[in-house]
């Protein structure tokens, strides 16, 4: 008996943890053609924006310097919006870095800022 009801509740047990091993994600921001897609691993932002005609989807960088996390791990990165729906919040959830992701159909006005971090990290 012990068998048979392990084997019906493992697969819910690994399908239950899928969404936190992505390496990608996309994030809905308000606007209905921009969305972000967040490399969990690495950290890297990418805009996405969807088209309505036969033209292909427009993907732009948003943190185009290197990270230095190639040695990351999936799920190292989240996003979080906020109230301004220009603005999300990423957290390095294993170390609390946290920074200001601003995106854009401007260029000009999208920026990925550290806006926290201990001083012991600085040291690293």
Do not use: C, H
Not at 14 to 27: G, M, P, T, V
Not at 54 to 81: H, M
């Amino acid at each position: 008996m012990k068998k048979v009801l392990f084997v019906l509740l493992f697969p819910l047990l690994i399908f239950s943890q899928a969404e936190d091993i992505e390496r990608y994600k996309i994030y809905p921001t308000e606007n209905n053609f921009i969305s972000l897609q967040l490399d969990t691993m690495t950290g890297e932002i990418m805009q996405v924006q969807i088209s309505t005609s036969e033209d292909a989807p427009l993907l732009s960088t948003l943190s185009d310097f290197d990270w230095g996390f190639e040695n990351g791990v999936i799920g190292q990165f989240k996003l979080y919006p906020t109230k301004n729906s220009y603005n999300f919040i990423m957290q390095d959830v294993t170390n609390g870095r946290v920074w200001q992701v601003q995106w854009n159909v401007d260029p000009e006005y999208r920026f990925v800022n550290l806006i926290y971090e201990t001083e012991s990290m600085i040291e690293e």
